[in-house]
T-cell receptor, first 112, second 112 residues
Framework: NAGVTQTPKFQVLKTGQSMTLQCAQDMNHNSMYWYRQDPGMGLRLIYYSASEGTTDKGEVPNGYNVSRLNKREFSLRLESAAPSQTSVYFC???????????FGDGTRLSIL | KNEVEQSPQNLTAQEGEFITINCSYSVGISALHWLQQHPGGGIVSLFMLSSGKKKHGRLIATINIQEKHSSLHITASHPRDSAVYICAVPTTSGGGADGLTFGKGTHLIIQP
């Protein structure tokens, strides 16, 4: 089983460029999440989707948009990248919001 | 909104030692999560617990709901246990429907 798959694994962007991070899960999970991880800050929730067709803002949503394309896929878009968005991005999923989360391997994103 | 404090931030120990990592949170919860992140970034869920104690191999997690405190113990520690250990709780008392709040992690190094 692939679990949670994130693409790409690494990306370098210039300030102002746009980019979409892709996430797909093959576990038939209902809920999906996007986090960012910065040194000394811990993981912080950007957006989440409790079920197909719904999305909600997390702790740090500014500068990002999301799309829950179907039950499997949840994408994160940076419309105009800024250096402050340099981070490691993790996608996660679970069967229900109260359950254990399964994480992807992360995307290392650098904005120059 | 829940606040999570982990201690210690860094811990270096010798192989075979008994390890304890602590986590405190501010808002009553339905369940607490312990996660492990190895160098290279992958995040794995170790435990989800709502009361008492859980054990998996050499890892033991305990929680005291009244004290809003949890501990992760590692018995007979081994260099392969070297990783960052992260505590996470639901952001609000809603049980995780609006995501998790994470501690900053405990960086554990086990020396041979």
């Amino acid at each position: 089983n692939a679990g949670v798959t994130q693409t790409p694994k690494f990306q370098v962007l210039k300030t102002g460029q746009s980019m979409t991070l892709q996430c797909a899960q093959d576990m038939n999970h209902n809920s999906m999440y996007w986090y960012r991880q910065d040194p000394g800050m811990g993981l912080r929730l950007i957006y989440y989707s409790a079920s197909e067709g719904t999305t909600d803002k997390g702790e740090v949503p500014n500068g990002y948009n999301v799309s829950r394309l179907n039950k499997r896929e949840f994408s994160l878009r940076l419309e105009s990248a800024a250096p402050s968005q340099t981070s490691v991005y993790f996608c996660a999923s679970n069967v229900m919001p109260e359950g254990s989360q399964h994480f992807g391997d992360g995307t290392r994103l650098s904005i120059l | 909104k829940n606040e999570v404090e982990q201690s210690p931030q860094n811990l270096t120990a010798q192989e075979g030692e008994f390890i304890t990592i602590n986590c405190s949170y501010s808002v009553g919860i339905s369940a607490l999560h312990w996660l492990q992140q190895h160098p290279g970034g992958g995040i794995v869920s170790l435990f989800m617990l709502s009361s008492g104690k859980k054990k998996h191999g050499r890892l033991i997690a305990t929680i005291n709901i009244q004290e809003k405190h949890s501990s992760l113990h590692i018995t007979a520690s081994h260099p392969r246990d070297s990783a960052v250990y992260i505590c996470a709780v639901p952001t609000t008392s809603g049980g995780g429907a609006d995501g998790l709040t994470f501690g900053k992690g405990t960086h554990l190094i086990i020396q041979p």
